[in-house]
């Protein structure tokens, strides 16, 4: 079992930078791969990216590539989510999500454990 809640989500203007963070309980933590999901408003979610159980592995979903960075910390039970370069399309609910094993998946529905999400919105 395992728990998440993210945080760090806001208001940041275009072009601004937002770290989010997702902070997981249960001992299966360290197991467990970790996805970023993104939801924008009146669309599917989407992958944002995601990190395997030891961070040395980390994929990224094609609408933020190469603005965003995906760590963890074990030793904390965190998961990290930066994003540079914000642009208007990025605002949306941001959630992470935990699937047993070390692959990363890109599909939602192979994640058993979700957070309730952090809104993200980016605005002049």
């Known amino acids: 079992q395992v728990e998440l809640v993210e945080s760090g989500g806001g208001l940041e203007q275009p072009g601004g930078s937002l770290r989010l963070s997702c902070a997981a309980s249960?001992?299966?933590?360290?197991?467990?791969?970790i996805g970023w999901f993104r939801q924008i408003l009146g669309k599917d979610r989407e992958f944002v990216g995601g990190?395997?159980?030891?961070?040395?592995?980390?994929i990224y979903g094609d609408s933020a590539k190469g603005r965003i960075t995906i760590s963890r910390d074990n030793t904390k039970n965190m998961v990290y989510l930066q994003m540079n370069g914000l642009k208007l399309e990025d605002t949306a609910v941001y959630y992470c999500a935990a699937r047993r094993g070390p692959g990363i998946s890109r599909i939602e529905d192979e994640y058993e454990w979700w957070g309730l999400g952090t809104q993200v919105t980016v605005s002049s």
């Open positions: 249960g001992r299966t933590f360290s197991s467990a791969s």
């Open positions: 990190i395997s159980t030891t961070g040395l592995r980390r």
